[in-house]
């Protein structure tokens, strides 16, 4: 574990001192450490949000993993709240970050948990005690996507960010570099949403001039349910290149995905 996370942790000990609002749950050489952060929001201080930060050992070098857990709020909301947590620690330099997390969630959240809590008490009116909306379960099918970049200068860079989105965001991911660099996910439909705002709007190429740009010309080729036939077929993040149209189309075959390729195929050879 390094001095810095030690120590950052340390000073979050100090700052938030009010019993059960900050603590460490978890030390270790081997895993890191797992720290919890409470905050209370909604009319009335009725809602409580509970924030999980794992610092692995070779923190600050990689984001920390961030779960969320409330007594009133429903998945969907506690996943959106994790979303936004996750799109700001990607926004920021890779160094101590933790603090600066807890702060965001301290001004993010009394509004957030205000507003949610008026929903929640508005849908238990109405509902009672239903599963969830047709919108919720469609946000938790998983679904694939096929997203087309403008360009990657900068490879090794562009790349690593790619990879860390895929895993913060739990998604399978094969990127295939070529004529037209093309990314395949496989996930959860809010979690592919995530991974394109954040291509859309955090810096992760170089322009021609070599200054750092975002991928604004990124175009959403497909987006439909997940079929289970490329369940072993796609997993993890892969890197893959390709030189012809005939090999391009191949990968699509051997991911089970030719009929989503012949709907591309259009854009891909024009």
Known sequence: MSDAAIEEVSVLSSIYCRDGEFQIVQQSAQDGLVVQFNCTGGRGGKLNVSAVFHLEPSYPSCPPHISISSTGLSKIQCHNIRQKLMARAAELPLEPMLLQLVEYLQRWCPDVLWSQQECVEQTEDQTGEQDGTGEEKDNQQEWTAVLLLDHIRSQNRYIRLL????????????????????????????????????????????????????????????ETPYSSLCQHSLQGFVVKDYKSLSELTAVFEELNLAELYQQMLPTLSG
């Open 163 to 222: 990879e860390r989105w895929s895993q913060q965001l739990q998604l399978t991911c094969r990127l295939l570099l070529g004529h037209n660099p093309l990314i395949i996910l496989l996930g959860e439909r809010p979690n592919i949403k995530e991974f394109c705002h954040r291509l859309r709007t955090v810096k992760v190429d170089v322009d021609s001039s070599g200054k750092k740009c975002k991928e604004r010309m990124m175009k959403v080729l497909a």
